[in-house]
């Protein structure tokens, strides 16, 4: 019995893909750095087990990968986390076909991942897999520009600390708290500290953190949302912010105060992780 005849895990994504190429044409556009650029993101190294990889997107998101397998032309096996932080997935791309025609099979797989996620990352591939396509078929780039939102999640191991109560959320969130409540938000990376108005602030103790944050020169704001939900292993710490193409900025200032802010939630969800783990180990 073929796998196409298997059921799936309920946490495993995969797509398909058939383009008017040949497989050694479709394989070096997924391995070759130059070429993986044209539709994906900016590969640091070629695809090489045992060293240490990154495709960034160029908006402040980014994959840390690590590469277990490679069979030339056939297929590659890789792990890799978003952002650094988020849990780790295996992703396999398998190529069949020959000289004139080759299809892509993309499956990924992560342990415990929600249903909700599942669709979104499966229609996520399906966009990155009809970009490869469209790059094959015309010659011409086709990766998206930037992504209006920043999001990203961490699993939290069960123990004493959680994320999302008064106590605790100044542990690991950048914001500076007064006697009226939280009123700063910070960025703090390689260009320097900067400091951004916070408002609505609406915590839902250990369930969901809501604000917004105030752009100056802007015409409106950013809005935060932040979630912990139960996961396999612990619970999944999960943030959303969105509004930058929203800001009425140019569109060099909006790509850049993205950029800013996705290495910050990046450091923000390491935190997490490091104060709950912390924590645990001192039980």
């Known amino acids: 019995m073929t796998d196409d005849y298997l059921k799936l895990p309920d946490d495993w994504v995969r797509v ?58 056939e297929r590659l096996l890789f792990r890799w986390r978003f952002l650094g932080v988020g849990p780790e997935c295996r992703v396999t791309w398998t190529l069949t076909g020959g000289a004139e025609a080759t299809t892509l099979t993309v499956d990924d797989s992560c342990p415990g991942r929600p249903g909700a996620e599942v669709a979104q990352l499966k229609a996520g591939w399906l966009d990155f897999v009809g970009r490869l396509a469209r790059y094959l078929e015309t010659g011409r780039p086709a990766r998206y520009d930037w992504r209006q939102e920043i999001d990203g999640s961490v699993v939290l191991p069960d123990g004493p600390w959680h994320p999302l109560r008064d106590e605790t959320v100044v542990d690991w969130l950048p914001i500076a708290v007064d006697a009226t409540g939280p009123g700063w938000f ?83 969800l390491g935190l997490a992780e490091e104060c709950a783990r912390t924590r645990q180990e001192l039980r």
């Open 16 to 73: 398909m893909v058939s383009v008017p190429a040949s497989d050694h044409e479709v394989w070096d556009a997924v391995t070759d750095p130059r070429r993986v650029a044209q539709w994906f993101g900016n590969l640091r190294t070629p695809m090489t087990p045992g060293v240490p990889n990154r495709v960034d997107f160029g908006d402040g998101d980014f994959f840390d990968v690590d590469v277990d397998h490679v069979e030339p032309g």
């Open 186 to 268: 910070f960025v703090v990376d390689q260009e320097g500290p900067r400091r951004f108005t916070l408002r609505d602030w609406d915590l839902d103790r250990d369930r969901t953190l809501a604000f917004a944050v105030e752009i100056p020169g802007a015409r409106t704001a950013t809005h935060c949302q932040v979630r912990v939900e139960p996961a396999a292993r612990g619970g999944t710490l999960a943030v959303s912010h969105q509004g930058w193409h929203r800001l009425g900025l140019s569109d060099l200032q909006q790509r850049t105060l993205r950029h800013r802010f996705a290495a910050t939630w990046t450091a923000a």
